[in-house]
């Protein structure tokens, strides 16, 4: 009797757990367990059914678990993409930020007034004001498509829910950062793990009871679409946004010159264990905003602002081992296995050593003291050696010349520098098994295909058992296979095949960036996309013919220089890359470019530029001719619709060859009467 009573109480257990979890996932979409973890317990949970018929009385498992998810928060399309900024951590990454600037608005000798403003360790959103009254409220989301967060949002006492000023404009987005102050959070930190994720978790509660909970802040910072547009200035709107009731950082101030930045930078840092909200860095922008309309954006950031981190966290430790990794791309890289360490938070045990030259340079050994730093979430790095502790008896680290597939490894000689690579790289791609194991990884990230439930201990196990080997055998996964391994049941076989069938459709930029070519990270892919459109056009790069002439037009790209265009062209030389490229093509669905302009003053043109402008840079010339909706081109052909002739060195020949081909020429007046028309 004591015996059934036992089992009972843990079948009860079990199922009470389950209950939790399935609340967990399917309500409050935060799940503390795996899918593996959650089908091994339901699986004990059905076999004590079937072995113990006195359980049959109570409620089935099948009853009590797997009940429908509740109704996901709208998605709603913000007026204007939220970007991501770029990061800065020293000196000469803020001089490089200025230098960038004054290139392509062609301002070499003038200075340009910066506004600064600290960097909130928050969750973002963007407030939206038809008529000065609050209409919507959104995350940040992927920065294109954010979710419907209003109700929790107004639980801000501070967020006016009406603008009351005349002057208001008739559309204006406000972005801010949504924090918890540090005292706040101590009240509630046994339920969170840092504060951050304390706003995150309040912003998402279904129930806006729940998050008005939780004391939540913010700070306005910036505009997203605003009609008409009534600020000549950052720092002019954030002062008109506090006159209107908006909660701004009162730190922010406006500096020129690299002096100004560092030391703004010395006296926040300083400041900084003062505040009462965690802040990582500072963010810079251009102060004029007519400057950053004319700047623009990259793919995925503005050229206009730059997030400033503060100094890196550092520790000390001791290299317990040296071991090699290889890369999706081949390179052979030294990581150090050290002793478990705290580093600005987070415990690590691992550090890179970067590449052969850096353990030679730095003399790296096993067993030696080093300090390490970790900077943002960048993997640790080892800074230096402590000399004064190491071992009499250590060895040189002899950095080996073999991949651990046993090819040998080889330093290539770039063809833009003509200088060797500090990498050492296998060079046999997909018949490498560990290069090809790492490709898998990639291709299934959450930047590339974002397949929940392909983790990368998933794909080393299924590459072990070979039912993954290359990209295409994803989609043509043999689940009934997969069900016979340890930890794969319904639910999580479920959630896979779900996952990967909404990874079919795929945009063409993700696809290009996918495929893993060297050096093209997910801004190079975007602007290829914009280039090629359709997956029709890149697959032009297959064939030797075609790829030659595509190569010399991808030149002219802002963006793509030698490198990646050396970069493509070896991938696609590769016949086997070609193979399996084609084959996880067949296996897609994949989507044309998605902007598509209807207007603009070069619309549907093709534009070539040669010779220095007076007035503008290179750069932004064809900046402005993408967004007037023309396609730039790096070479002479029939295809060309207009070539553009500065006044600084133009290129004979392209003018001859211009003429020839009886293509339209126009000079740089003509260009900005067009631009001014």
Avoid at 641 to 660: C, F, M, R
Wanted: hydrophobic share 35%; aromatic share 8%.
């Amino acid at each position: 009797m004591r015996n059934k009573k036992k089992i009972l109480n843990d079948y009860k257990k079990k199922v009470k757990y389950l209950i939790e979890q399935n609340k967990l996932y399917y309500i409050k979409d935060n799940p503390k367990i795996s899918d593996q973890k959650y089908d091994n317990i339901k699986k004990k949970v059905l076999e004590l059914e079937k072995k113990f018929s006195f359980l049959k009385n109570q409620s089935s498992i099948s009853k009590v678990v797997g009940a429908p998810p509740s109704n996901k928060f709208k998605k709603i399309k913000h007026l204007r993409p939220m970007l991501s900024l770029s990061n800065a951590f020293e000196k000469n990454d803020m001089e490089d930020f200025l230098k960038k600037i004054k290139n392509f608005l062609n301002l070499s000798d003038i200075n340009i007034d910066l506004f600064c403003e600290p960097k909130i360790d928050g969750i973002s959103a963007t407030l939206i004001y038809e008529n000065g009254i609050l209409t919507k409220g959104l995350s940040r989301g992927d920065g294109v498509i954010g979710e419907d967060i209003l109700e929790n949002l107004k639980t801000i006492s501070s967020i006016p829910k009406k603008i009351k000023s005349d002057k208001v404009p008739k559309l204006i987005e406000i972005r801010c950062e949504i924090f918890i102050g540090k005292k706040d959070f101590k009240k509630i930190s046994k339920k969170f793990a840092n504060p951050r994720n304390a706003a995150g978790g309040s912003l998402r509660q279904k129930d806006p009871k729940e998050t008005s909970k939780i004391p939540l802040k913010y700070f306005a910072y910036g505009f997203g679409a605003v009609e008409p547009m009534i600020f000549k200035e950052q720092l002019e709107f954030l002062k008109k946004i506090g006159d209107w009731g908006f909660s701004t950082n009162p730190l922010v101030k406006k500096v020129n010159g690299i002096n100004e930045i560092e030391k703004r930078h010395s006296e926040i840092d300083i400041l900084r264990s003062s505040l009462e909200y965690d802040i990582d860095g500072l963010v810079y922008k251009v102060n004029e905003l007519n400057l950053q309309k004319r700047l623009g954006n990259t793919s995925n950031s503005p050229r206009w602002a730059i997030a400033y981190k503060f100094s890196a966290e550092k520790a000390v430790t001791k290299i317990k081992d040296i071991i090699i990794q290889v890369g999706r791309t081949g390179a052979i890289t030294p990581v150090a296995k050290v002793e478990p360490v705290t580093v600005g938070g987070v415990v690590v045990s691992n550090a890179t050593l970067h590449n052969e030259d850096e353990i030679e340079r730095k003399d790296i050994r096993i067993g030696d003291t080093v300090k390490i730093q970790r900077a943002g979430d960048v993997i640790p790095q080892v800074l230096t050696v402590d000399l004064s502790k190491r071992n009499k008896n250590s060895k040189k680290f002899i950095f080996p010349s073999q991949c651990l597939c046993g090819a040998l490894t080889k330093k290539e000689i770039s063809k833009s520098t003509q200088k060797k690579d500090a990498v050492r790289r296998c060079l046999k791609g997909y018949d490498c098994k560990f290069t090809a194991r790492e490709k898998l990884k990639h291709i299934v990230s959450k930047e590339a295909f974002n397949i929940d439930g392909l983790g990368k201990k998933v794909i080393d196990q299924f590459y072990d058992l070979k039912i993954i080997v290359e990209p295409s055998d994803i989609f043509k996964l043999d689940y009934e296979k997969i069900k016979q391994l340890d930890g794969w049941g319904s639910l999580s076989i479920s959630n896979l095949r779900n996952a990967i069938s909404k990874s079919k459709n795929v945009s063409l930029n993700k696809f290009i960036y996918s495929i893993g070519i060297r050096h093209i990270g997910q801004e190079n892919a975007k602007i290829l996309a914009k280039f090629f459109v359709s997956i029709n056009e890149f697959s032009k790069l297959f064939e030797n013919k075609n790829r030659e002439n595509l190569l010399k037009n991808l030149i002219d790209l802002d963006g793509i220089g030698e490198t990646q265009i050396e970069a493509i062209n070896t991938f696609f030389s590769n016949d086997k890359n070609i193979e399996i490229t084609k084959k996880l093509i067949n296996q897609l669905d994949i989507l044309n470019y998605s902007i598509i302009y209807s207007k603009g003053k070069f619309l549907n043109k093709r534009l070539m530029f040669t010779g220095g402008f007076q007035n503008m840079s290179r750069s932004e010339a064809k900046s402005l001719a993408e967004n007037n909706g023309g396609k730039v081109l790096g070479s002479i052909s029939k295809k060309l619709d207009i070539l553009v002739v500065g006044d600084s060195k133009p290129t004979k020949k392209k003018i001859e060859q211009a003429k020839d081909l009886k293509i339209k020429i126009i000079n740089e007046t003509e260009w900005n009467q067009i631009l001014n028309s």
